[in-house]
Every structure is written in C-alpha cells, then in structure tokens.
C-alpha cells in the first residue's frame, strides 16, 4: 500500500513539474522572460503559486529547466537521426537536416538562442551546449576527420554551431530553408577534406 501512495504521490509530482514547464515554455515563447510572471505559470500550469515553488526556487530556476529540455530535445532528435548512419559524413549531413528540423519547433530558436543567452548568460548557455547539440557536433567532427577532440576541432566545433543557429534564425524568420541546408552540408564536406589534414 505504501508503495502505492509512493508511486502515486512520485507521479502527480512528476505530472505537476510537467505542467509547469509546458506553461512556463508557452508564457515564455508568447511573453519574453522579462513580462511573464510566477503567478501567470501557475495559473495556466492549474496549480498554486506553492506548488511552483515546491518545485523551482524561481522564475529563472523555471526558465533554465525549460531551455535545458528544449536543448534535450534538439539532442534526442539529431541522436535519433544518426542512430543507425554509419558513415560519419553522412551522420553529420544528417543530423545538419535534423538540427533544423529540431529547430522549427514554434519558439525553440527564441528560447536556445534569443532568450536564453540574454537571460542565463553565455556560459551557462556554452555548458548547456556541450551537454546536447554541441557535443553531438564535436564528436561527429572528430569521427569524420578521425582527429582527438582537441582546441582546434572544439574552435571548428564552436564556429559551425553559430552557423547552424544563423541559419535556425533565419529560417525561423522566414527565410527559405533550402539554401541554408545546401550551404551547411557543403561546409561540412569542404572543411574535413580540406581544412582539418592541413591543421588549423
């Protein structure tokens, strides 16, 4: 019996974490950080302001769980992509189509790369990065090339992710998405079989 209390106590617990991420993402797309407020999570999360913060200290606690399953999910999509791709060209033309898929999920480029550089910070943002996409990035680079993970394939790694957001960017502001997509692929063919053997 206890463990069923237990169970039932962990999952309305779980299913109220849930609700508030779900409204505080919603509020945060449609309202900017700065104009949605505690009480507005709550209320369209249907739980009370205790509640909230049962489970986030703050507003900005909120904010940072909701950019890091955003992050996640962006991850699991390009993880899911490559999955079973065992050429490690391929696997990075692959998971630069679901990056931008990933991407055009409605508010995603304004929460991972409006908002929250501007509210978390670059470095917490940089630290979230190499726990998803970024990483995903770097270690497709280095399979590719057959190089460590050195400073140079992590400074390679780093200007090809503020390609890949520019383009996140622009197609989310309504800029054609094929250009962007053909350009990116080509970037990923020319710098191994060019830049890398030569070192940089």
């Given amino acids: 019996m206890q463990d069923k209390t237990r169970r039932s106590n962990t999952d309305r617990s779980q299913a109220t974490r849930a609700s508030l991420l779900n409204a505080g993402r919603e509020l945060f797309v449609k309202m900017g950080y700065a104009e949605t407020a505690t009480p507005d999570i709550a209320a369209a999360a249907h739980v009370t302001r205790g509640a909230l913060y049962h489970h986030f200290s703050d507003k900005a606690s909120l904010f940072e769980a909701v ?56 470095e917490l943002m940089d630290r979230i990065d190499r726990e998803s996409p970024a990483s995903t990035l770097v270690a497709g680079l280095a399979a590719a090339t057959g190089r460590p993970v050195d400073a140079s394939l992590e400074a390679l790694s780093s200007l090809l992710s503020a390609a890949f957001d520019r383009a996140a960017l622009d197609i989310g502001a309504g800029a ?5 997509r053909q350009l990116l692929k080509q970037l990923l063919v020319i710098i191994p079989s060019v830049l890398l053997p030569d070192g940089i």
């Fill in 67 to 122: 950019i890091r399953r955003e992050a996640s999910a962006v991850a699991e999509a390009i993880a899911e992509a490559t999955r079973d791709i065992a050429d490690p060209m391929i696997s990075l033309e692959e998971g630069a189509d679901a990056y931008l898929d990933a991407m055009a999920l409605f508010g995603r480029t304004r929460l991972l790369l409006i908002d929250g550089p501007a509210v978390l910070g670059r």
């Fill in 176 to 180: 054609a998405p094929a250009p962007y």
